[in-house]
């Protein structure tokens, strides 16, 4: 007598649970995510269709698909880590990794708009030599005024806040809205810097 062996049926993969301090940090890290890399793409898209022949496409259209294979995979897997935490149950018992995110998002966006502020200044009149740190005019020239040691003290800070405050569980009602704001901020600033700029005859 024969017997059918009927198929096993897979049970659901099992996601661990999280905390409610997970879940807020984990959306909060999916929505920049996703916000970022949806305005990135059509930005860099934009400019790798732009007129070779124009200088200013020549020489920004190039970093365009760097950044459109970048914000690509941020949308992605900002998509999807929104998907994975919807879909996980909430309980107090559960794990608060995905608060690491938003130290990641903090550094992030302070390292953004450090990159914002000129390694050298100069006043009124004359132009900087980035190279040799000088002003220059047609008259004279002088040690430009240096703003490296800023630039130096914003980026660590940023690191030793990130590592020690903002990952933080029991503060996340006020570390997320804080990493969200840096990360916004700094790749703002970004986006106007690089593939924001209307680079199009």
């Given at each position: 007598?024969?017997?059918?062996?009927?198929?096993?049926?897979?049970?659901?993969?099992?996601?661990?649970?999280?905390?409610?301090?997970?879940?807020?940090?984990?959306?909060?890290?999916?929505?920049?995510?996703?916000?970022?890399?949806?305005?990135?793409?059509?930005?860099?898209?934009?400019?790798?269709?732009?007129?070779?022949?124009?200088?200013?496409?020549?020489?920004?259209?190039?970093?365009?698909?760097?950044?459109?294979?970048?914000?690509?995979?941020?949308?992605?897997?900002?998509?999807?880590?929104?998907?994975?935490?919807?879909?996980?149950?909430?309980?107090?018992?559960?794990?608060?990794?995905?608060?690491?995110?938003?130290?990641?998002?903090?550094?992030?966006?302070?390292?953004?708009?450090?990159?914002?502020?000129?390694?050298?200044?100069?006043?009124?009149?004359?132009?900087?030599?980035?190279?040799?740190?000088?002003?220059?005019?047609?008259?004279?020239?002088?040690?430009?005024?240096?703003?490296?040691?800023?630039?130096?003290?914003?980026?660590?800070?940023?690191?030793?806040?990130?590592?020690?405050?903002?990952?933080?569980?029991?503060?996340?009602?006020?570390?997320?809205?804080?990493?969200?704001?840096?990360?916004?901020?700094?790749?703002?600033?970004?986006?106007?810097?690089?593939?924001?700029?209307?680079v199009k005859p």
């Amino acid at each position: 007598m024969c017997h059918h062996a009927w198929p096993m049926s897979r049970p659901p993969r099992y996601l661990s649970e999280i905390t409610p301090a997970g879940r807020i940090a984990g959306y909060t890290s999916a929505v920049c995510l996703t916000l970022t890399g949806a305005v990135y793409l059509p930005f860099s898209i934009d400019e790798l269709t732009c007129n070779p022949l124009f200088a200013a496409c020549a020489r920004y259209a190039p970093g365009g698909i760097i950044i459109a294979i970048g914000a690509g995979i941020m949308l992605l897997f900002g998509v999807v880590m929104g998907v994975l935490v919807r879909r996980r149950a909430v309980s107090e018992a559960g794990t608060s990794g995905y608060t690491v995110f938003l130290s990641a998002l903090f550094v992030a966006g302070i390292l953004g708009l450090v990159a914002s502020i000129p390694p050298y200044t100069c006043p009124a009149g004359t132009h900087v030599d980035p190279l040799a740190a000088l002003c220059i005019n047609s008259r004279t020239r002088f040690a430009a005024t240096s703003w490296l040691w800023v630039k130096w003290g914003l980026a660590v800070a940023a690191f030793a806040i990130g590592a020690t405050v903002i990952w933080r569980p029991r503060w996340v009602r006020l570390t997320a809205p804080i990493a969200a704001a840096s990360w916004f901020a700094g790749l703002g600033w970004l986006l106007t810097a690089t593939v924001g700029r209307n680079v199009k005859p």
